[in-house]
């Protein structure tokens, strides 16, 4: 008898069928105490070079109460309610992309933040994450375009943030 083995992944010389290549956004994630912390993160990443067109923050409603979010164009960015059955106070997310994908889960039927971020990863990061928003820090979700600005995004987030940092990429659904 012959033993054999048959790779499970086709090889670069035998390309077979390509995989359809699904549409993704991709953020770097980091977590702060205060909104002074935010602000000196998001002055350094502009120094960085970073292009802060895209980012959203997340935080318990009474943690935005009184602060307005402005955009880099200066015009004052609006709060998304995430009314999550399973949240004991109300979560908020600056709108954007992030807020989009998380209403989007909201209304495919996720019970909480945990559920709706477990979409894209994995249970034990989605559950850190909203135990962070539960005590009440500030998620800053950076979306980045490619290697430089993941990179950038990386170093600030390291730097300032409270916690551990991360990257995710949310694989969109095929319209």
């Given at each position: 008898m012959q033993n054999t083995f048959e790779p499970l992944a086709q090889s670069a010389s035998d390309p077979g069928l390509?995989?359809?290549?699904?549409p993704k956004l991709r953020f770097a994630v980091g977590t702060f105490d205060s909104w002074a912390q935010l602000r000196e993160a998001l002055r350094d990443a502009r120094a960085r070079g970073l292009v802060l067109d895209s980012f959203n923050c997340v935080g318990?409603?009474?943690?935005?109460?009184g602060?307005?979010?402005l955009a880099p164009s200066q015009q004052i960015v609006s709060l998304r309610e995430l009314p999550f059955q399973d949240d004991f106070e109300r979560i908020v997310c600056t709108s954007?992309?992030?807020?989009?994908?998380?209403?989007?889960?909201?209304?495919?039927?996720a019970d909480s933040l945990k559920e709706a971020l477990a979409t894209?990863?994995?249970?034990?990061?989605?559950?850190?994450?909203?135990?962070?928003?539960?005590a009440g820090k500030i998620l800053l979700w950076i979306r980045v375009a490619d290697a430089h600005d993941e990179r950038r995004a990386y170093q600030t987030l390291l730097a300032h943030s409270s916690n551990s940092v991360g990257v995710h990429d949310f694989v969109l659904p095929n319209d």
């Open positions: 390509p995989l359809p290549e699904l318990l409603e009474r943690v935005f109460a602060k307005t979010i954007g992309p992030l807020a989009d994908c998380l209403m989007e889960r909201f209304q495919a039927g894209w990863l994995i249970t034990r990061h989605a559950a850190h994450l909203e135990q962070a928003v539960g």
